[in-house]
């Protein structure tokens, strides 16, 4: 085989994991530092609490919440980035956990706090998921994406804090 052919049938495969999430979240675009410290601070999370991340991709935020005593738990469904992830974070141990899967059938009974990068057209349905899933007090910061019909807590910058003191939680 050409190494012409090499590289096409690699670019593909990239576009091919890189693309496919659309269908079920968000193209992966890293969290930028001052971002993941303002999502972070308005969560307001005790250690040993709980942080989701749904479209974990190359880990930093988690990182960042393991560095600050908290259970982490990323969701991502790039297998390379998952990958990434788990290289970045091994060395804090159970402390974090990197899952390859689609966030949209993971527990978040469990979740303290949630972060997203999403797009609009998936923020009703994760809104949804949360209200029947989620347990009392956990708290959504949504990166730059609303929920419709809520209004947010507090809005810092590109960060949109939602709480939901109480939820509609399935029998």
Known sequence: MSLF??????????????????????????????????????????????LYELGSGDGSLLKEAAARGL???????????????????????????????????ADLSQADGIFVFLL??????????????GKPGVKLVSHAFKIPGRKPDIKKNAMLLYSYDSVARKP
Do not use: C, H
């Open 71 to 105: 259970k982490a738990v990323g969701y991502e469904i790039n297998p390379i980035l998952v990958v990434i992830s788990w290289i970045r974070t091994r060395r804090y141990g159970k402390s974090v956990k990197v899952r390859w899967g689609n966030f949209w059938k």
């Open 5 to 50: 052919w090499i590289i096409w049938s690699a670019a593909i495969i990239l576009i091919l994991i890189f693309g496919a999430v659309l269908l079920v979240g968000a193209p992966y675009v890293p969290t930028l530092p001052a971002q993941r410290l303002q999502a972070l601070e308005l969560l307001k999370l005790k250690p040993g609490q709980t």
């Open 120 to 133: 609009d057209r998936f923020m009703a349905q994760l809104d949804a998921k949360i209200q029947a899933e």
